[in-house]
């Protein structure tokens, strides 16, 4: 089946620690985003990329960073810069054309601060 | 900057009952709204909306968009214990000077409907 998969569902970060997240998808797809969730708040643009090797800020992209080698992953690194990273994680593909609006999410991952 | 605006942001119904999820929004260079439902973890797509006053329906949920008030409605007829979820709304606009098309989500409302 194809899908996207992020792992893990749940992790835990100790204070000046790097972590990664990890999201693959075999959609296809080109465009590959990281989304934000927090309590009360709407999904909010981390990164994204519509192209290997190449990638662009979103709306709140301070303290993370990411990477494109290939079309299937795009794994994000939430760095120790980032002061509040208590959050849920959705990563999401689209096409690039026509249907590009319908975004397919993964299963996020739940990141907390020990 | 664009602005989505969902409401109510929570809502708490029996089931049977017809609900209405209200999406506003202020964007430049509109090219579609979306809404998506969020049970557990990832959103799924309901609807894609571009043209106004043309009704997009599945089932019991409905959608239509009104472009000159800019602002979205969904419809659940006869709602159903799983139709508990989080609705979202996104608004999908073209960026300033031409840049690529960005998804601006609004905060979702947070529908329970008991037995």
Known sequence: DGGITQSPKYLFRKEGQNVTLSCEQNLNHDAMYWYRQDPGQGLRLIYYSQIVNDFQKGDIAEGYSVSREKKESFPLTVTSAQKNPTAFYLCASSIIKGEREKLFFGSGTQLSVL | ?115
């Not at chain 2, 106004?52 to 006869?78: H, M, Q, V, W």
Request: with cysteine; glycine share 8%.
């Open chain 2, 1 to 115: 900057e664009d602005k989505v605006v969902q409401s109510p942001l929570s809502l708490v119904v029996h089931e049977g009952d017809t609900v209405t999820l209200n999406c506003s929004y202020e964007v430049t260079n509109f090219r579609s709204l979306l809404w998506y439902k969020q049970e557990k973890k990832a959103p799924t797509f309901l609807f894609m909306l571009t043209s106004s006053g043309i009704e997009k329906k599945s089932g019991r949920l409905s959608s239509i968009l009104d472009k000159k008030e800019l602002f979205s409605i969904l419809n659940i007829t006869a709602t159903q214990t799983g139709d508990s979820a989080i609705y979202l709304c996104a608004v999908e606009a073209r960026g300033s000077g031409g840049s690529n098309y960005k998804l601006t989500f609004g905060k979702g409302t947070l529908l329970t409907v008991n037995p």
